[in-house]
């Protein structure tokens, strides 16, 4: 990295940064309390509230909000007639999933090939680590050139809306005249990219009934109607023979027109076993920024081990359904409803609950704040230009925050590039990637109030 004074701050808080991060991911912060006990996440929003506190903000509070889970806000004035600006992230974290698969523990910082591994070290703890980072450095140099928002979301993985329904209950709490969403990534390691887009997701939990209770599959099988094997049916109504999407009525054609993925560098990325083909048709930008994605990220069916020889008398899946930018998430969601009651076999009593939504997400990458980013990525990253790319995931608060504040510029940056593999085992974050960014983040705060004051 360059000389800049800047940069060299930033790289002076990196073993500040370390210790903080390996605290923050110590709380087992899974939003779901079937997992891991609310404490957890209780304790997490704590601990930002305390560093909130620590760097000087004032108004910080915990905000209960309606899904039953807690957001952190704080509010750090700046000069007299600065523009604002929202920082996002979120606390919460995707469970660790099979622990035994992880390296290292998977709530325990563990330093391993020059990554920091951890549940939520990219997603997006470290997001909230960059944010501090980003306004020491000004503090250190100049001061804080705007004034600052900071919300701390503390269910942004379970979809559950409750930061969104709060913001719509308050809406000048979360005012600003721009918003950075600390919760996407690179789209390469060191190539400096703002996410233009986001998809959409609707989360459905589907239910099959067919007997009064299990029967002997000796006795029965072969005329008794199993709903393990329905479902099993039903959640292949779902894709096509060569994987595409196929929900009835959902359009499933539409093109990506920006930075494209190579198909190469997506098997290597997505880890995909040597002759093991891709799904879907069109580009892989196509597949996973444009078009409607299908997961059956769950489902209720004996263990192997102690099964029994019965037939089911009920059986339950969770899907997931990601939107693209252009499609209604909540029409989405009712043709996937349609699609799965009608596609039943053999007269499946059927049941639908629909668990979490969020819209999908277009920026405008045109407007004045994009301009300062791109000057600050090019001192961050010497060399290189800001890129404009797609993601697949889904941050429901975006489109709540445009609908708000439909004047609000909105970024999207973040340490989710594709070696950090968020939501799997073995999670990390960079370091390079977090002290570039915050480098980034307050080059662009120092770029913006300067933009306004012009």
């Given at each position: 990295m360059t000389a800049h004074p800047i940069s060299e701050t930033v790289a002076s808080l990196m073993p500040r940064a370390k210790a903080e991060l390996t605290e923050l991911v110590a709380f087992q912060s899974v939003a779901d309390t079937a997992v891991f006990p609310k404490s957890e996440c209780e304790a997490a929003a704590a601990w930002v509230a305390d560093a909130l506190r620590a760097e000087g903000f004032q108004d910080v509070a915990l905000l209960d909000t309606p899904d039953g889970t807690q957001s952190v806000y704080g509010f750090l004035p700046g000069p007299a007639g600065a523009p604002t600006v929202l920082l996002y992230a979120h606390y919460d974290v995707q469970p660790p999933l099979d622990e035994s698969a992880w390296i290292s523990p998977p709530f325990e910082l563990t330093e391993r090939d020059g990554r920091w591994f951890g549940r939520g070290a990219a997603d997006c703890k470290g997001g909230f680590i960059m944010h501090l980072l980003a306004l020491r450095a000004l503090k250190a140099n100049g001061g804080v050139p705007v004034s600052v928002k900071v919300i701390a979301e503390g269910s942004e993985e379970q979809g559950t809306g409750g930061l969104e329904q709060y913001a719509q209950a308050h809406p000048e709490l979360l005012a600003a005249d721009t918003v950075v969403i600390g919760d996407t990534g690179n789209f390469r390691a060191g190539l400096p990219t703002v996410t233009s887009t986001l998809r959409g997701m609707t989360m459905l939990r589907v239910q099959l009934d067919t007997l009064e209770g299990n029967l002997h599959s000796g006795q029965f099988g072969g005329a008794a109607p199993d709903a393990l094997a329905a479902m099993i049916q039903l959640l292949a109504s779902l894709r096509a023979e060569d994987g595409t999407t196929t929900v009835d009525g959902l359009t499933a054609d539409t093109e990506w027109d920006g930075l494209q993925y190579p198909?190469?560098?997506?098997?290597?990325?997505?880890?995909?076993?040597?002759?093991?083909?891709?799904?879907?048709?069109?580009?892989?930008?196509?597949?996973?920024?444009?078009?409607?994605?299908?997961?059956?990220?769950?489902?209720?069916?004996?263990?192997?081990?102690g099964a029994m020889p019965s037939i089911q008398a009920s059986a339950r899946a969770q899907i997931s359904l990601r939107v693209p930018p252009g499609q209604d998430a909540e029409e989405a969601a009712k043709l996937l409803t349609a699609h799965l009651q009608a596609h039943a076999p053999w007269g499946a009593r059927v049941s639908v609950e629909q668990v979490g939504q969020g819209q999908p997400f277009r920026a405008d990458i045109t407007s004045p704040a994009y301009t300062a980013m791109a000057d600050a990525m090019r001192i961050a990253y010497p060399g290189q230009e800001m890129q404009s790319s797609g993601m697949g995931g889904s941050i429901p608060l975006c489109n709540a925050l445009s609908q708000l504040y439909p004047e609000a510029e909105i970024l999207l940056i973040g340490l989710s590039e594709p070696e950090a593999q968020i939501h799997a085992v073995n999670e990390s974050v960079s370091p390079e990637e977090l002290e570039r960014l915050s480098v980034t983040e307050a080059l662009f705060l120092q770029n913006y109030a300067a933009s306004k004051k012009a």
């Open positions: 198909e190469e560098e997506f098997r290597k990325d997505a880890k995909v076993l040597d002759g093991v083909g891709l799904i879907g048709g069109g580009t892989v930008a196509d597949r996973i920024w444009a078009r409607p994605a299908v997961t059956v990220v769950g489902i209720d069916c004996p263990a192997v081990v």
